[in-house]
């Protein structure tokens, strides 16, 4: 399984443009990049994935390099509501689905 | 409605017990997991089945063990609990084939084992 590696926490403003980047050096070529969300006392909430260069839904955009050994999620303006843990996972749509471990996250503090 | 359900919320019991955790999906899925959440954060995934079948036994004690009356359900039986099992457990489900939806996730169960 590609490991993934995040910063432990970012703190942020309420309307800023906010980017998480993530690194995943040992991506293979069958894997796509999937994001989550978690609020305390709630499950992880999916937000975003893609296999390479951009994607974006009415959430968040996810850039995605040519080499893919990285990734970042960007949320534009965000709000206090946005505190959360996010997750970066990397694995593949193998039989039985998506096998992976969910890392330690980016805690995302977002100030008044 | 909830999309994936899981019962109790909440579960306090003492060492050397029996306890079960339920779940259900309405999302018609095909696949559904059970995580272990530790005090660290770390979500570890324990099992998956797809259509009832065992896919995935990811290097979990024999005493839990998982059952699937049919795919719209996956039980999680806990055999002598031991201090070690207090954790957070999600059950989540996934369309599997539907690249791009992702995982959607239970709200949790903190087991505390004491």
């Known amino acids: 399984l590609a490991k993934t590696t995040q910063p432990i926490s970012m703190d942020s403003y309420e309307g800023q443009e906010v980017n998480i980047t993530c690194s995943h050096n040992?991506?293979?070529?069958?894997?796509?990049i999937t994001w989550y969300q978690q609020f305390p006392s709630q499950g992880p909430r999916f937000i975003i994935q893609?296999?390479?260069?951009?994607v974006t839904n009415e959430v968040a955009s996810l850039f995605i390099p040519a080499d893919r050994k990285s990734s970042t999620l960007s949320l534009p303006r965000v709000s206090l509501s946005d505190t959360a843990v996010y997750y970066c996972?990397?694995?593949?749509w193998g039989t039985g689905g998506f096998k992976t471990i969910f890392g330690a996250g980016t805690r995302l503090f977002v100030k008044a | 409605d909830t999309a994936v359900s899981q019962t109790p919320k909440y579960l306090v019991t003492q060492m050397g017990n029996d306890k079960s955790i339920k779940c259900e999906q309405n999302?018609?899925?095909?696949?559904m997991y059970w995580y272990k959440q530790d005090s660290k954060k770390f979500l570890k995934i324990m099992f998956s089945y797809n259509n009832k079948e065992l896919i995935i036994n990811e290097t979990v004690p024999n005493r839990f063990s998982p059952k699937s009356p049919d795919k719209a359900h996956l039980n999680l039986h806990i055999n002598s609990l031991e201090l070690g099992d207090s954790a957070v457990y999600f059950c989540a489900s996934s369309q599997d084939v539907r690249v791009g939806y992702g995982y959607t996730f239970g709200s949790g169960t903190r087991l505390t084992v004491v």
């Open positions: 040992n991506i293979a070529t069958n894997d796509y």
């Open positions: 999302l018609g899925h095909d696949t």
């Open positions: 893609g296999y390479k260069t951009k």
């Open positions: 996972l990397v694995g593949d």
